[in-house]
């Protein structure tokens, strides 16, 4: 009877082979987590200036119309931010689903193929 060593290395090669598209999807999910995060910090940011704006507002208007009318420039600028920042949080998205399409599109066509060599 003759013993065998075993080939460590092989095992390890397949284990990584076998997580590899895991370990690509967690990148992918962790770049995409940080550009919304981005955008999100972002947008607090133009949150946060829009309402000191709006306070400074209260302090430096002549009178109430005076102040309603630059409330409402004001307000009509931030929106179109906000807008902005929505489109962007939708493009973001659909690259983000593009890309997680992509490597599943990838990991099933190389299992397909490693199937039919082993067949």
């Not at 910090?41 to 102040?67: C, H, I, P, R």
């Not at 409402?72 to 890309?99: G, I, M, P």
């Not at 599109?105 to 067949?119: C, H, M, R, Y």
């Amino acid at each position: 009877m003759t013993n065998q060593t075993f080939d460590f290395s092989a095992f390890v090669d397949a284990s990584r082979k076998a997580f590899a598209p895991a370990a690509r999807f967690q990148e992918l999910t962790l770049k995409g987590f940080e550009r919304v995060a981005r955008q999100q910090l972002a947008f607090a940011g133009e949150m946060l200036e829009f309402s000191m704006q709006q306070m400074q507002l209260t302090t430096t208007a002549k009178d109430f119309n005076d102040l309603t009318a630059r409330q409402t420039e004001l307000a009509t600028q931030f929106a179109e931010k906000a807008t902005q920042r929505s489109q962007d949080l939708v493009k973001l998205t659909t690259e983000h689903q593009a890309e997680i399409s992509k490597l599943f599109d990838k990991t099933v066509a190389e299992t397909v193929q490693t199937a039919k060599k082993a067949a």
